[in-house]
């Protein structure tokens, strides 16, 4: 099919459309990312266990690849993430004997890893999900427990704010969770970034992952959601967006492909979203699908078991489905 409007044209008036990119993708799917999209986002390449080794080197080649393909291609870059419990190295936090470190070595390291990785792209990345995934939305818990927070205290997420802040002053930073639009987690996370502006911290935007599906998640709490987070005046970013055909309770369900009825509420769910962010594109500037097409997803081995999800706009051949559909026609 040639004669397929992008994405990005139909979006130009309303927000950048980007996807997660690796480097096979660059190749097996440049033309799709060259036609739909102007923002990307390195899916890996730019966490902190990809760019620094257990010796303290680092590597930039895998995410400049990244870079030099969306300078190449007009498009912009999103930086993910610095810090976050996940794909951070284990030496980071610990001595040359092998003991947790102090609170002010754990700073020490993290503002020398600043310096070089906002230098490196220095230019070339215009904004960082820098805090990911730091509030607690399984438990009663305010805070997930992460060695950031057993080293630095509950201020932590201030201090790197702060920090970032004063390396890069010309840069944007994000807060970027998942489930920010599920009531009970999206207070918590209301309530962290409220406190951060009020005591004067340097926080740009919010970033919500949008990691959703057919069967778990409304439309309502998605557009209250977005009422809420507005009242705050951050710049907000739909940062990591797929939906699945499997409900979060099918953890072993595996098809050999999706139904009829899944397809169609697919296509249903991503239009009706779409026209939310529509809604909301005063506070909304960039929608950012995680993938590309549906022949690569991490979630197809998210729990454990390699199964097809299909949770993107393009199917396994590269072709626009249904759901494209809904979002381009409006």
């Not at 139909?10 to 036609?35: C, M, Q, R, W």
């Not at 932590?156 to 489930?179: G, T």
């Not at 599920?182 to 502006?197: H, S, V």
Request: with cysteine.
């Amino acid at each position: 099919m040639t004669n397929i409007p992008s994405l990005a044209r139909v979006y130009e008036d309303y927000f950048k459309i980007g996807a997660a990119v690796n480097i096979p993708s660059l190749k097996t799917h440049g033309e799709l990312l060259k036609k739909h999209f102007n923002s990307v986002t390195a899916e890996n390449d730019m966490k902190p266990a990809s760019i620094i080794s257990e010796k303290n080197e680092f590597s930039f080649e895998n995410a400049d690849s990244i870079i030099d393909f969306a300078e190449k291609n007009n498009m912009v870059v999103r930086g993910h993430t610095i810090v976050w419990h996940n794909q951070t190295p284990e030496h980071f936090f610990l001595d040359e004997g092998g003991k947790v470190v102090s609170a002010e070595l754990l700073m020490n390291r993290l503002k020398l890893y600043m310096e070089r990785v906002f230098e490196h792209f220095k230019g070339k990345v215009y904004c960082w999900d820098l805090v990911n995934e730091a509030v607690d939305g399984e438990s009663s818990e305010f805070f997930r427990k992460t060695k950031w927070l057993e080293i630095l205290g509950e201020d932590y997420i201030h201090q790197v704010f702060r920090l970032a802040r004063e390396i890069a002053p010309e840069l944007s930073f994000f807060y970027n969770d998942y489930d920010a639009v599920i009531p009970e987690k999206r207070d918590k996370i209301y309530n962290l970034l409220k406190g951060m502006l009020d005591r004067g911290i340097p926080l740009d935007g919010l970033g919500i992952q949008a990691h959703w599906n057919i069967v778990d998640f409304e439309y309502d709490d998605i557009r209250r959601a977005l009422d809420k987070y507005a009242g705050l005046k951050l710049d907000i970013h739909i940062t990591e967006l797929d939906v699945s055909v499997y409900s979060r309770k099918e953890k072993n369900l595996k098809l050999e492909e999706p139904t009829v009825e899944m397809i169609s509420k697919q296509a249903e769910f991503y239009g009706k979203i779409f026209e939310v962010f529509r809604e909301y594109k005063d506070i909304i500037s960039s929608v950012t699908l995680w993938g590309i097409a549906d022949d690569y997803s991490w979630l197809d081995y998210f729990f454990g078991i390699k199964r097809k999800t299909w949770p993107l706009l393009f199917d396994e051949d590269h072709q626009p489905k249904e759901a494209f559909w809904r979002v381009v026609d409006f």
